[in-house]
């Protein structure tokens, strides 16, 4: 065999269409071999020269006394997806209190917890937020040359939550805020889980618009905290569906006019509408909240004599819905910077959490919380959205 030649094994070149395979199959064994030993390698070298560099002295925990002597080494098995990695860390005595310690475990990132590399915790969490954890670990196992249980996903993800704080720059933005239930907790209906994202118009993206949107708030319970949140980051301008008073948590607040249209057609049949008639009345609301170049005086005067019209007609549960409404309905018109006027963007979101949250299963408060802190983190603070909206 000539320099440079690699040694195969003469089975791989048999004539059955499969010799590119097989090839690759063995060429990746061998070089995740490789890997692993010029890693370790790599590792304990690092080590050598600091070790003997005094001039950055090593201080013992115990005592804080610096006169020390080298005690071997200690394997350390990490677990990665290409596979299992064994280093070898450095020990040391102190002279002074006789205290074996590692000295550069801080500064390698080999904590004592430390079981996995993050690349490969990165992949676990990435499928744990999307599919079931024991799902993520067959996959995981398949996949990659690690493996990691479906409680070792769970941690992963609620130790990644419990590192995500939100941004508190939110200065001039439009803040869509909504609600919606998830099978978790004690009670028979699920808990709420409440969202706030901020979103605004971004750049085209393969001839669509795009919209950036970020995560500002999530939790599962009481919206309460939604609220806390909006009035700590003091938000400028908040749109909502209605399901909840947030007068006081902005400076403006604004109706989804979408939701106003649709939720009217409920209320006109409490009034006894046919379903065949609501489509007009709907109409109607709409034309008001969305006619172009309408002056804000106006707009108040038309949505006024449709309120006073229904009322006239005895559509009493109607009236009521647009009168409760109507100090929200048209702030976009007196108050310049809303992006949306609508909470389209945020509906988008609102089925990603469905899609992953309703698995068959009841989850518990903090577990779901957690899953889809992380969810929408990554799918938001990340990324551009790409979606078709309504202003």
Not at 8 to 29: A, E, M, W, Y
Not at 250 to 258: D, F, H, L, N, S
Not at 346 to 374: F, P, Q, T, Y
Request: aromatic fraction near 8%.
């Amino acid at each position: 065999m000539l320099p440079g030649e690699v040694n195969l094994p003469r089975k791989i070149f048999s004539s059955d269409g499969q010799v590119v395979n097989r090839l690759f199959t063995v060429l990746c064994k061998a070089s995740d071999s490789a890997l692993a030993q010029g890693f370790a390698e790599i590792v304990k070298d690092v080590q050598e020269r600091w070790f003997g560099n005094r001039s950055l002295p090593i201080r013992c925990p115990d005592c804080g006394g610096s006169h020390v002597i080298g005690k071997g080494w200690r394997s350390r098995v990490l677990r990665t997806s290409r596979g299992r990695i064994e280093l070898f860390v450095r020990q040391v005595r102190c002279k002074g209190c006789q205290r074996t310690f590692r000295p550069f475990n801080q500064a390698l990132g080999l904590t004592t917890s430390r079981r996995f590399l993050d690349e490969f915790i990165d992949k676990a969490i990435m499928l744990g937020i999307r599919v079931p954890f024991a799902y993520s670990a067959r996959v995981m196992k398949e996949l990659t040359c690690g493996t990691i249980s479906a409680e070792g996903v769970r941690q992963q993800i609620a130790k990644k939550a419990h590192s995500i704080s939100f941004s508190e720059q939110i200065a001039g933005e439009t803040v869509l805020v909504d609600s919606t239930k998830v099978k978790a907790g004690k009670k028979q209906r699920g808990a709420t889980v409440n969202l706030a994202v901020t979103a605004k118009r971004g750049p085209q993206r393969n001839g669509r618009s795009s919209i950036v949107k970020k995560l500002i708030h999530l939790n599962v319970g009481s919206t309460a905290a939604l609220k806390h949140r909006l009035r700590t980051v003091k938000a400028q301008r908040v749109v909502h569906d209605g399901g909840e008073d947030y007068s006081d948590c902005a400076c403006y607040v604004q109706r989804c006019r979408w939701h106003l249209v649709h939720q009217l057609k409920h209320y006109l049949w409490q009034d006894g509408i046919a379903w065949k008639n609501r489509a007009a009345y709907q109409d109607q609301l709409r034309q008001i909240l969305w006619r172009p170049k309408q002056r804000p005086h106006q707009a108040e005067s038309t949505l006024n004599n449709f309120i006073e019209s229904l009322e006239n007609s005895g559509l009493k549960t109607s009236a009521w819905h647009l009168r409760a409404a109507k100090k929200e309905a048209l702030v976009f018109h007196n108050v310049e910077g809303f992006t949306f006027t609508t909470t389209t963007p945020l509906e988008r979101e609102m089925r990603e959490l469905n899609s992953r949250a309703d698995v068959g299963a009841r989850w518990s408060e903090k577990g779901i919380e957690n899953v889809l802190k992380v969810l929408f983190h990554l799918r938001l603070n990340q990324t551009t959205q790409t979606t078709k909206g309504h202003a």
